[in-house]
């Protein structure tokens, strides 16, 4: 047989082609067989569902607060699960996305030894494992979840900064750089001389927060003086989500003075039984180990430089520290309640009509912040 230079060049072309469309097929497919989630069809409050297991626990379990019940996530052995969060959507076919801080551990002597870190994504509730990154900057706290609905996320790492990362970004771009968290922008000049600790990001899936996140805050005023205490705060970011463009303190201090110090913590954003916006979190007197668990109406109104709660109301008091979300009504607060080497426990606590008061005082003196609006 024979083939001429134009008829073996054609066939080089060809077979090249053939296998260029066979290698895009292939990886369509493992994409496909990923089944990431996609046209979502419902969105939750972003408390919706909430990790209830006790810290290094093999399996990680959830509360659904729409109708109280649990599901629980399947770990490989020798795999810990911790400060873990649902993105706040699903899609069509009811699937989810949960992102949270992995550990693999060995066991030595008796004794359980981390070997290796980083972040894991899973869908739910099949539980199929979709990605993990190894990583230093790991998780202090539940990530929460960008609201365009993507596999992005938010968090605050050990190093006082706030990171983000995106799972479909890291995948797709054959680049290092897209495997490692990136650091969210923030000018605090105008604000403190050195930069503040920021933790507990949480942002709500509200309407009218679609860039607003919310976070407890520790500020250095002076260069002799430590970090004060805790403060919950307000974020604002840019359109792209890189970069804080303003801030602001969301809690009242009672009577409008600091009073003795007290720490914030763990806060949580959602609608009430009206559609009123309701503020829940955490507060410890320097002076006591136990933490209040309150509750404070929140308003976003002309005339504000951002968000803005009310005075808080004590509706709950322990010494372990604790994750809480609204019912489904918005009626109850359920608070979950771990320590160290105890069983977590879940408490309902009904919310009064007096909690749920609209009157709100904002003191002159709450004047810090800064940015545009």
């Known amino acids: 047989m024979r083939i001429t230079l134009n008829g073996l060049i054609r066939l080089t072309v060809a077979t090249g082609l053939a296998l ?28 919706a569902f909430v990790h209830v297991n006790a810290p290094g626990e093999p399996v990680s379990k959830f509360l659904d607060v729409r109708d109280g019940s649990e599901f629980r996530l399947g770990l490989e052995p020798g ?37 290796e870190f980083g972040m894991a994504l899973y869908r739910i509730p099949d539980g199929k494992s979709l990605a993990r990154i190894k990583t230093d900057l790991l998780p202090v706290a539940p990530p929460c979840w960008y609201p365009d609905a993507t596999a992005r996320v938010l968090f605050a790492a050990g190093d006082g900064l706030l990171h983000q990362f995106d799972f479909v970004d890291a995948e797709e771009r054959d680049d290092e750089a897209a495997t490692k968290p990136r650091a969210i922008a923030w000018d605090w000049s105008e604000l403190w001389p050195f930069p503040p ?5 949480y942002w709500p899936a509200l309407s009218g927060f679609e860039r607003t996140l919310i976070v407890s805050l520790n500020a250095r005023p002076e260069e002799k003086a430590d970090y004060g205490p805790s403060q919950i705060w307000w974020l604002r970011l840019d359109a792209a989500g890189d970069r804080v463009v303003a801030a602001g303190r969301l809690t009242t201090p009672v009577g409008g003075r600091e009073g003795p110090r007290l720490d914030e913590q763990r806060a949580v954003l959602e609608q009430g039984p009206g559609g009123e916006l309701l503020l ?10 136990s933490w209040e668990l309150r509750v404070a109406p929140v308003e976003i109104g002309t005339g504000f430089d951002g968000p803005r709660a009310g005075v808080g109301h004590v509706i709950d008091q322990d010494k372990r520290v604790g994750n809480h979300a609204l019912t489904a009504d918005g009626t109850a607060v359920f608070t979950i309640l771990r320590c160290w080497g105890k069983a ?16 709100l005082a904002f003191p002159d003196c709450l004047s810090d912040s800064f940015g545009p609006l």
């Not at 969060?85 to 004794?111: F, H, K």
């Not at 977590?344 to 009157?359: I, Y």
């Open 20 to 47: 260029f469309s066979l290698c895009a097929l292939i990886g369509q497919a493992g994409r496909r067989d990923r089944e990431w989630p996609s046209e979502f069809a419902a969105h939750f409050p972003a408390s």
């Open 79 to 115: 795999e810990r699960l911790d400060a873990a969060s649902c993105s706040p959507w699903e899609d069509q076919a009811g699937r989810r996305l949960l992102v949270g801080r992995y550990t693999a551990i060995e066991v030595e002597s008796g004794e359980a030894i981390g070997q």
């Open 197 to 201: 600790i920021v933790s507990g990001p």
């Open 280 to 289: 829940l979190y955490q507060v410890r007197r320097e002076d006591d180990a």
């Open 344 to 359: 977590t426990e879940v408490r309902k606590v009904p919310l009064t009509p007096r909690w749920l008061a609209r009157g």
